[in-house]
């Protein structure tokens, strides 16, 4: 079965390094200043001659609260009014791109992420769709996968209705941990009645998928009350669960400074709550996915990673990786064609840039020969833990053992150990090696060498 893990920790310590999570390759990591707007244009042109299906990320940065661990760009801000300049500068920016595209071109997928994007008030949020649906070809029937990311402390059974009559079908709710100790110490209160409380909303009102997001590192967690808090989750029923690891890098994200580095969990203790929150997973009927994520089996991300079609992207993994991302707001990332572009993270150039009537677009990159391969060998490793030769050979006209030959002695090296097995077609990422896969795709990333591996989370 494609969710059988075997937990081997002398595995695990050895291979437990810092890497990139390939939510794209190459990663953002290699995103320069001579990427801007007319390679965007450029791009939108070609996605428009090919009426290509789009996927919509629009990015709300504001917050009421921080949140210690949080390394996500956002604004912390009690004025709700901060809101409406952004906006105006957020639906310029939408009348600007779609204006390149073709208006049959369909939005398959829709995120709104953040910061936290029911900081927006009822009123802001219906101008925001409106505005979307306006531009871009939103379907009405149901049938697109549209979710935002809700935190129960912003939303109540009133949000959860309008948000359900704007289309959204799926939630994304941050939960983290349930222990009041650790919610102290990262400064997020939210107490489990809340949370179901959303959740019972959205069943109710018939959304589609529910995902909650856990964190296992933070400080004051214990193996122990860790599976408590993954009880109350499972008891929830999510149709899906992610599970991240706790990276502290105080010196890159401020608000971490805040957290107390003593009353952070051992190495060891990190490993404990990964394995049990495994086995409470599996024992639950939840199936690994791959990155940190699970999903009931019935799930449409499962479903496609049993019939070898999931993909990933900036948003994570995906049944979507066939359409151009389009990304709107303050650093959002696109990725549209062999075109990665981000527009700039800093509010007030964002803002200024399209006061100008100008796209905010500051970095990026365009994809080449190699980094094409690269990126079909990557994904399919991350996604299905499979990789077949013959496909990219006929995709990219290669020889494979010959375009990677260096590589080689690498690849006997994870074989030897146990983390895939070698064959002369293929490649195959064994239960042992799942956890790790992001060990196995470092071996083909051209880059990492470039990069001080501290800038990036553990694998496990």
């Not at 801007?36 to 917050?63: E, I, M, N, Q, W």
């Not at 990933?312 to 572009?341: E, M």
Request: net charge negative; with cysteine.
């Amino acid at each position: 079965m494609l969710d059988a893990i075997r937990w081997d920790t002398d595995l695990i310590r050895r291979y437990d390094l810092a890497g990139p999570r390939y939510t794209s390759y190459p990663t953002a990591m290699q995103f320069d200043g001579q990427v801007g707007t007319f390679d965007l244009f450029h791009a939108l042109r070609d996605s428009r001659k090919a009426l290509r299906p789009l996927s919509l990320y629009v990015h709300v940065p504001f917050c009421a609260n921080i949140c210690y661990y949080c390394a996500c760009n956002k604004v912390i801000t009690k004025d709700r009014g901060r809101a409406l300049p952004y906006l105006q500068r957020l639906e310029q920016e939408i009348q600007l791109i779609a204006c390149h595209l073709d208006p049959t071109q369909k939005v398959e997928q829709l995120h709104f992420g953040g910061g936290t994007p029911t900081f927006l008030s009822h009123d802001e949020l219906r101008q925001l769709m409106a505005q979307l649906r306006k531009h871009f070809n939103l379907l009405d029937d149901d049938s697109g996968d549209y979710g935002i990311e809700i935190d129960p402390r912003e939303a109540d059974w009133s949000t959860m209705g309008l948000l359900r009559e704007l289309g959204f079908n799926r939630v994304s709710i941050g939960l983290q941990d349930l222990d009041p100790a650790v919610q102290r110490a990262v400064n997020r209160l939210q107490s489990l009645e809340e949370t179901r409380a959303v959740i019972d909303a959205a069943r109710t009102l018939q959304f589609r998928s529910i995902n909650i997001d856990l964190i296992y590192g933070l400080p004051k967690q214990t193996p122990e009350n860790f599976a408590r808090t993954v009880d109350e989750v499972i008891a929830l029923q999510p149709d899906r669960l992610s599970v991240f690891n706790y990276a502290h890098l105080p010196e890159r994200f401020l608000p971490q400074r805040r957290i107390n580095s003593n009353e952070l969990p051992t190495p060891a203790q990190k490993l404990e709550m990964l394995q049990r929150t495994i086995e409470q997973l599996t024992a639950a009927g939840y199936r690994y996915i791959g990155m940190d994520h699970f999903a009931l089996p019935d799930d449409e991300l499962a479903i496609a990673q049993e019939e070898s079609t999931l993909q990933r992207n900036f948003q994570g993994y995906t049944t979507h990786g066939h359409c151009d991302l389009i990304g709107l707001g303050v650093s959002a990332i696109s990725q549209i064609g062999d075109l990665y572009c981000q527009n700039n993270s800093d509010l007030s150039q964002y803002q200024s840039a399209l006061a100008s009537a100008q796209l905010a677009t500051s970095r990026g990159l365009v994809c080449n020969a190699d980094d094409r391969v690269r990126r079909a060998v990557i994904q399919q490793l991350i996604c299905t833990f499979n990789l077949e030769f013959s496909a990219i050979e006929q995709t990219f006209n290669i020889d494979f053992r010959g375009y990677f030959g260096e590589l080689w002695p690498q690849l006997q090296t994870l074989a030897d150990d146990g983390l895939i097995t070698l064959d002369n077609d293929r490649i195959t990422v064994l239960p042992a090696g799942r956890l790790l896969v992001r060990s196995v795709c470092m071996v083909f990333d051209a880059y990492l060498q470039q990069h001080n591996n501290q800038r990036f989370s553990r694998v496990i």
